[in-house]
């Protein structure tokens, strides 16, 4: 049973150019969840897509956005990068909004 | 973003001994959840609790849900190597639309030789 997958592992961009990430739920899971993760910090909730809509949001500028694809797998956007974007961006992906949730490896972004 | 507090914020400890690690909040959780942590990886499940005052175990680990609603606790019995790591809780929500989790701060875990 695979667990959550990403994509990219790492990323290294330029200030103001754009990113997508990538993320594949746990088999059975219809929720998927992103976090943006600084260093020596918890994970901080982006926004979480269910039913291919974004359900809930964090705070976080119109810069980021996201999607939610009908096999329940979800992208990440990141528009008009700045150095303090550079995160570890995790995703995690649940059987529904109230359960519990599970992380993937993350991607690790660099903006210089 | 709010985050919550954990104490303590690192702990250095021999293999073998007990350790005990806390998390507060200033708002009420439905659902309090402890993950763990590894260098460069994803946080990994360790234990959920859904219920004020709920006692449950994995192995050697074994986590409350505080009566008061704002708080939890994990306790690792006998420490071993491999449990070194950033430890977190999170709080969850289960308001329609608000079940984001909120992390706490960590407490990162060293063994000393």
Known sequence: DAGVTQSPTHLIKTRGQQVTLRCSPKSGHDTVSWYQQALGQGPQFIFQYYEEEERQRGNFPDRFSGHQFPNYSSELNVNALLLGDSALYLCASSSGPIYEQYFGPGTRLTVT | ?113
């Open chain 2, 1 to 113: 973003g709010q985050q919550l507090n954990q104490s303590p914020q690192s702990m250095f400890i021999q293999e073998g001994e007990d350790v005990s690690m806390n998390c507060t909040s200033s708002s009420i959780f439905n659902t309090w959840l402890w993950y763990k942590q590894d260098p460069g990886e994803g946080p990994v499940l360790l234990i959920a609790l859904y219920k004020a005052g709920e006692l449950t175990s994995n192995g050697r680990l074994t986590a409350q849900f505080g009566i008061t609603r704002k708080d939890s606790f994990l306790n690792i019995s006998a420490s071993i190597p491999s449990d070194v790591g950033i430890y977190f809780c999170a709080g969850q929500r289960v308001n329609f639309g608000n079940e984001k989790l909120t992390f706490g701060t960590g407490t990162r875990l060293t063994i000393i030789p």
